[in-house]
C-alpha cells in the first residue's frame, strides 16, 4: 500500500474522518437526505430516495475523473454529481431527474464537513474525556510533592506537582467546555440553493431545508450561513486554543525533563527519544509533537480567520483557502491530545530530584516566607531589602540562607532561630494549594457525571 505522508501529525481514525472517502460518502449522504426532502415536499417521486441509498458508500466514485474534473471545475462537487447522476440514472431516470434539485455545490460540500466535524469533534472530546481522569489521579496523587516553583526559568517559592497538574486539568476543562458550546453552532444545516434565497424550489424551499437537517440531524439555520464562516471558525480556533494548552504542558515536561532538573519525565521504552549519534539520549519525544502542533496552530486559524471576509454570496479563493486549513487543525489537535495521554499514562516523578532542586539554592528560594513573616515587625520594604542583602550574601560567601539570617541582629530580634527554620521548610510555605487543588478534584465527580450522562444519551 502507498504511503503519501509520514503520519507523524494525525491519528488513523482522524485521518480517516477527513479522508476523501469519507467526504465523498458525506456528500452522498447529503443528496440521498435531500431527495428524502424533495419527495416529503412532492418534488421528487417516491422512491428517489431509496434509489439513492445504494451510493451511500460511494463505491460509484471513479476518483482519477473526479480529480481531474474538479481541477477545471473548481471543486469537487460538480464532478461529484456527474458521477452520482450516471450511477442514480441506472436504477431510476426519475430519480436522477430530481437529483440535487434546489442545491448548489457549496451546499454539499459545506454540509459534508459539518458531518465531518460532527464525528471528528466527538473522537476529540472522547479523548479529553479519557485525558481528564488520569490527569486528575495524578494531582491527587502528587498533591504533596513539593517541587521548586519557577518563574522567568528561575526558582521561586515552593509549589505541588499536584497544583501544576490540577492547573492544566483545569485550563483543559474549559476548553472542553468551549468545543461543546461551539459544536451546538457548528452542526448546522448548510442549504441555500445559488445565491442563498433557495428560489429554485418556489413556495417550499423552507419545507424542503426543514426536513433535510430532519433527515441529516442537524439543526436547521435562521438563514443560510454560506458566506458567513463563523461558526466553523469558531470550532477551529477552540481546538487551537487547547493544542495551546497541550503545548503549555509538553513546554512544562519538557522543560522538567532536562537533564539540569531531571524531575518529570515521559514514559520510557526502548529505542523511545533516543539519538542516532548519542546513545545516552532521552529526549521528550511527545513533547516535541504536541509543541510542533502548537506552533503551527495560530497560522492555520490566522488562515481561516483571514478567510472570512467573503465576497458577496460565494466566496472567491477564501472558501477554498479552507478546505485544506480546516482539516489539518483537526488532525493536529488530535495528534496533540493522543501525546498528551501517552505522557499522563505514563509520566515518571522523581521527588528526590526535585527536594534536591530545592536545597541547592541554599534556600534562597524560600526569601519569599523571610521576607513576609519579617514585614510584620518592621514593614515590607525594609523586610524586602533586608533579606535582599541576605540573599547576595548567600551567592557571595556559598553558605545556606538559614546560616546568614541567624548572624543578622535585627532579623534575629524579630524571628527566633526556629521560626527560621520553619521558615525554610519548603513543606510550610505552600499557601492555599490544596485548597486550589481540591476544588479542581470536587469537580472531578461532576464532570464525571456529566460525560456518563451525555453518553448515555
Request: hydrophobic share 45%.
Amino acid at each position: 500500500m502507498a504511503i503519501d505522508s509520514i503520519p507523524l501529525f494525525s491519528t488513523p481514525e482522524m485521518d480517516r474522518v477527513f479522508s476523501i472517502q469519507n467526504q465523498l460518502q458525506h456528500m452522498a449522504r447529503f443528496e440521498w437526505a435531500l431527495s428524502a426532502a424533495l419527495e416529503s415536499a412532492g418534488l421528487a417521486s417516491a422512491g428517489s430516495a431509496n434509489t439513492i441509498e445504494p451510493c451511500l458508500d460511494a463505491s460509484f466514485v471513479e476518483l482519477p475523473s473526479l480529480f481531474a474534473q474538479a481541477r477545471d471545475s473548481g471543486n469537487l462537487a460538480i464532478p461529484f454529481l456527474r458521477q452520482l447522476t450516471a450511477a442514480v440514472q441506472t436504477r431510476s431516470e426519475e430519480a436522477a431527474r430530481t437529483l440535487h434539485l434546489g442545491a448548489t455545490s457549496q451546499d454539499v460540500l459545506d454540509t459534508a464537513l459539518v458531518l465531518q466535524t460532527r464525528e471528528a469533534l466527538t473522537l476529540l472530546l472522547a479523548s479529553i474525556d479519557e485525558l481528564d481522569p488520569i490527569l486528575a489521579a495524578s494531582a491527587r496523587e502528587h498533591a504533596d510533592t513539593v517541587l521548586p516553583g519557577r518563574t522567568w526559568l528561575q526558582n521561586g517559592p515552593p509549589t505541588t506537582l499536584g497544583l501544576k497538574i490540577a492547573g492544566w486539568l483545569a485550563a483543559i476543562r474549559r476548553h472542553r467546555q468551549r468545543i461543546e458550546s461551539a459544536q451546538a453552532r457548528a452542526e448546522i444545516l448548510q442549504f441555500g440553493g445559488a445565491v442563498g434565497t433557495l428560489a429554485a424550489l418556489g413556495d417550499k424551499g423552507i419545507a424542503v431545508s426543514s426536513a433535510l437537517a430532519a433527515k441529516l440531524n442537524l439543526r436547521e439555520p435562521d438563514i443560510p450561513w454560506h458566506s458567513h464562516r463563523d461558526s466553523l471558525v469558531e470550532g477551529a480556533t477552540t481546538l487551537a486554543m487547547l493544542v495551546g494548552t497541550l503545548g503549555k504542558i509538553a513546554r512544562d515536561i519538557s522543560l522538567l525533563m532536562q537533564t539540569e532538573v531531571a524531575e518529570v519525565f515521559e514514559p520510557s521504552a526502548e529505542g523511545r527519544g533516543g539519538s542516532s549519534t548519542m546513545p545516552h539520549k532521552r529526549n521528550p519525544v511527545a513533547s516535541t509533537f504536541i509543541l510542533a502542533a502548537a506552533t503551527r496552530m495560530p497560522g492555520l486559524a490566522a488562515t481561516l480567520l483571514s478567510a472570512m471576509p467573503h465576497e458577496h454570496e460565494r466566496g472567491l479563493g477564501n472558501w477554498q483557502a479552507e478546505w485544506e486549513t480546516y482539516p489539518e487543525i483537526f488532525r493536529l489537535t488530535a495528534v496533540a491530545l493522543d501525546r498528551t495521554l501517552e505522557i499522563a499514562r505514563g509520566m515518571e516523578v522523581h521527588p528526590e530530584k526535585m527536594a534536591a532542586n530545592l536545597e541547592a539554592t541554599h534556600g534562597i528560594a524560600m526569601s519569599e516566607a523571610i521576607s513576609a513573616a519579617l514585614a510584620t515587625h518592621i514593614g515590607r520594604a525594609h523586610a524586602h531589602d533586608l533579606v535582599h542583602r541576605a540573599t547576595q550574601r548567600v551567592h557571595a560567601e556559598d553558605r545556606p540562607l538559614g546560616e546568614i539570617l541567624f548572624t543578622i541582629p535585627e532579623i534575629r530580634e524579630h524571628l527566633s532561630e526556629s521560626e527560621i527554620t520553619r521558615l525554610l521548610d519548603p513543606r510550610n510555605y505552600l499557601g492555599s494549594t490544596r485548597s486550589f487543588i481540591d476544588r479542581v478534584l470536587d469537580k472531578s465527580t461532576v464532570h464525571k457525571r456529566s460525560v456518563t450522562e451525555k453518553a448515555n444519551g
